[in-house]
Structure formats: structure tokens, C-alpha cells
């Protein structure tokens, strides 16, 4: 359990130390989803790099970047700790893609959040099944949906903590450690994509868009997927 003690240490504590309290006080019940982005690699690295009994895992959607895959085995090379990979339901993807069509998720935004909920927010639950405490990578300025959100929180669906260690860090910041500690990137970051989702649902973004920007460029929403939904 987390008491307001907890919550107040956690606001003011590094990254680092923060996950190395979270990882004592809830040894083999942490989790951390990662998205293979920068801030999710900066807390892959962390957790790896002091070898913390955090589990590490990401979502397989089906429709990635090679580049994802690329960056997912160099992390397995280098940190010789193997990140665990869930997939959707493949009788839900069938069904959905044979009913509705293979790009369905351009028709409509209820497509595009049925297209999520099948291949992300399902396999996320599977994993966090076990787990007390939920880990990102989120931070406040990636968008006017995150810039209330504390640094922990109680996730009332899925009846779990949620630990948001970066949430105050600003975009400088995460280039800053990425640079300094020498962590592995998505090559597709330099080639404008700074918020990497799907590779049908993403775009690169130019100079002076918001970062969410590229992701389900076609829509006019709030620019999320159903993981971090309040």
C-alpha cells in the first residue's frame, strides 16, 4: 500500500531512487510497460542498469516498425535481460479485421478505439494481472491530457498504483540522460517521429507540432489509445 508518506517521498525523489523505492516495497509486483520510445528507454535503462526486480514488458501490436523490433533486440543484447512481449488475442484480431477491414481504424475514431482497445489495452491488462503497481513512462508536456497527472495514482479499473516517475521531466531532460548514459533510441526519432505508436497510425511531425501530433494524424481527438484513459 502506498500512504500519503510514500506519495510525498515519491514527489520528491529522483527517477532513480524513486524506482528503486517502488521496487522495495513491492519486490516481484512492479511492472513497467514500455513503449520503446525515449522516455521509456531512459527507465529501461534504469531499472536494467541497477538490475531492480521490476518486470519489463511491451505490447506487440501486429502493426509496429521494424525499428521497434530492431531497438527491442539490441536491449535484449545489451542488458542480457530478455523484455517480455505480449500479443493480442489472435481470434480478436480475426474478427475485427473480417468484419470491419484490415485499415478499419481510418473509418472512424470508434474504429480506431475498438483497433486499441484489441491490440493494446487487452494484452496491457493480461500483463498487469499480477502486478501492484504499474509503471510508465508518461510525462505532463506530452499533452493537455497528461498535464494533471500526479507522480502516483490509483487506477481504479484496473485496481493498481500507477507510477509516473518522469511525469515532471521536461523533453531536454530525457534527450540530456539518453545522451549522457549512452541508451540505445528508435532510429525513427530522427527522422521527425517523436511519439511512436503503429506504424499505420503514425506519422513524423514537423517543427512547432505538439509531439502527439503525428499519432492518428487524421483525427480530430484527444490523441490517446485507452491505456492511460481517466
Not at 535481460?81 to 472512424?108: C, L, M, Q, R
Not at 486499441?116 to 503497481?133: G, M, S, T
Not at 545522451?179 to 527522422?191: D, F, G, T
Not at 517543427?207 to 487524421?218: I, L, M, S, Y
Request: charged letters at 30%.
Amino acid at each position: 500500500m502506498i500512504s500519503k508518506e510514500d506519495a510525498e517521498t515519491l514527489r520528491q525523489l529522483s527517477a532513480e531512487d524513486g524506482l528503486k523505492f517502488i521496487s522495495s516495497k513491492f519486490p516481484e509486483t512492479a511492472a513497467f510497460s514500455t513503449s520503446l520510445g525515449q522516455e521509456d528507454q531512459v527507465i529501461t535503462d534504469i531499472i536494467f542498469r541497477n538490475e531492480l526486480p521490476i518486470k519489463v514488458f511491451t505490447l506487440d501490436t501486429g502493426r509496429l516498425f521494424y525499428e521497434h523490433y530492431e531497438l527491442l533486440s539490441k536491449n535484449n543484447s545489451r542488458y542480457n535481460i530478455k523484455t517480455e512481449v505480449y500479443f493480442p488475442d489472435p481470434s480478436d484480431v480475426e474478427k475485427y479485421t473480417n468484419e470491419k477491414g484490415i485499415n478499419a481504424f481510418y473509418h472512424s475514431v470508434e474504429n480506431r478505439k475498438e483497433c486499441c482497445f484489441i491490440r493494446k489495452v487487452k494484452p496491457l491488462n493480461r500483463a498487469l494481472e499480477n502486478a501492484d503497481i504499474w509503471i510508465t513512462g508518461l510525462r505532463s508536456e506530452q499533452s493537455e491530457n497528461r498535464e494533471n497527472m500526479p507522480v502516483i495514482e490509483w487506477d481504479e479499473e484496473r485496481k493498481l498504483y500507477k507510477y509516473n516517475p518522469l511525469i515532471s521531466w521536461n523533453y531536454q531532460q530525457v534527450l540530456v540522460y539518453l545522451r549522457q548514459n549512452n541508451v540505445q533510441e528508435l532510429s525513427l526519432h530522427k527522422k521527425g517521429f517523436i511519439s511512436v505508436g503503429c506504424q499505420p497510425c503514425t506519422r513524423a511531425i514537423v517543427e512547432g507540432e505538439n509531439p502527439r501530433a503525428g499519432r492518428w494524424w487524421w483525427e480530430n481527438s484527444q490523441k490517446e489509445c485507452g491505456l492511460h484513459s481517466h
